[in-house]
């Protein structure tokens, strides 16, 4: 079985680790913190919003089930793209949303889906584009929150997770 990365922020880590699970296709996710300038930070280091890292998702996706484009249009879907280091209560720059790949043949779909997102919006998106830097898994804790903790904080609602449950890319 052939599998991609694709890493995603999109504010909390904990949501859209859980949200991106759901989609059938999505073999593997991991938290931590991506594109910052520090070595192997902590969660509380993140938090203090002076490492330059953002809380992401590392999705590992089967491309004969599901497309990187279809994965970025349900990333668009949960987020608010025009909001800067901010989604729902969350804020910092810890929470900002992005899209950074790790291989360059990407670049053309993910230009393409943020274009198309874009003329859905007055503003100009704030979601970042950019090749994955460094990537640091959270602690352990982290990793399935929502899963280990179905009651825990989560910005996303239950319908949005089921959404994501029911949807199927029609290739």
Request: one cysteine or more.
């Amino acid at each position: 079985m052939t599998t991609k990365d694709i890493y995603l922020a999109r504010g909390c880590f904990w949501g859209t680790e859980h949200y991106f699970k759901q989609i059938e296709g999505v073999v593997e996710t991991e938290v931590g913190f991506a594109n910052g300038h520090t070595e192997n930070p902590t969660y509380k280091e993140v938090y203090t919003d002076e490492t330059g890292y953002a809380e992401t998702v590392h999705v590992r996706y089967v491309p004969d089930v599901v497309s990187l484009e279809f994965l970025l249009r349900m990333f668009f879907k949960a987020i608010d793209p025009t909001s800067l280091n901010k989604q729902g209560h969350d804020e910092g720059t810890r929470y900002r949303t992005g899209i950074y790949y790790v291989d360059a043949a990407d670049l053309p779909v993910i230009n393409r889906v943020y274009d198309d997102e874009q003329q859905h919006h007055d503003q100009p998106l704030a979601v970042e584009r950019q090749p994955l830097e460094r990537f640091y898994a959270a602690e352990e804790y982290h990793q399935d929150y929502l899963d280990k903790n179905p009651t825990g904080y989560c910005h996303l609602s239950q319908s949005l997770f089921e959404f994501a449950r029911q949807a199927k890319d029609r290739k």
